[in-house]
């Protein structure tokens, strides 16, 4: 799984097993940072428990 490396979980089995705990501890914090922080208004739809888009505003 590639894409963990670019949040520094690559190594952490919970995120690759549980993806609510991912979103809440990686991706909803990011977004919400970035959304508070720059003119950025980012969202994302799950679809299956699997992120499908994300989208910058």
Do not use: C, H, P, W
């Not at 995120?15 to 980012?42: G, P, S």
């Amino acid at each position: 799984m590639g894409y963990l490396n670019y949040f520094g979980v690559e190594n952490t089995k919970t995120y690759t097993e549980n993806t609510a705990q991912f979103k809440r501890a990686v991706l909803d914090r990011a977004i919400k940072e970035i959304n508070q922080y720059t003119e950025l208004d980012v969202t994302y739809e799950v679809e299956k428990e699997v992120v499908q888009s994300l989208a910058l505003n």
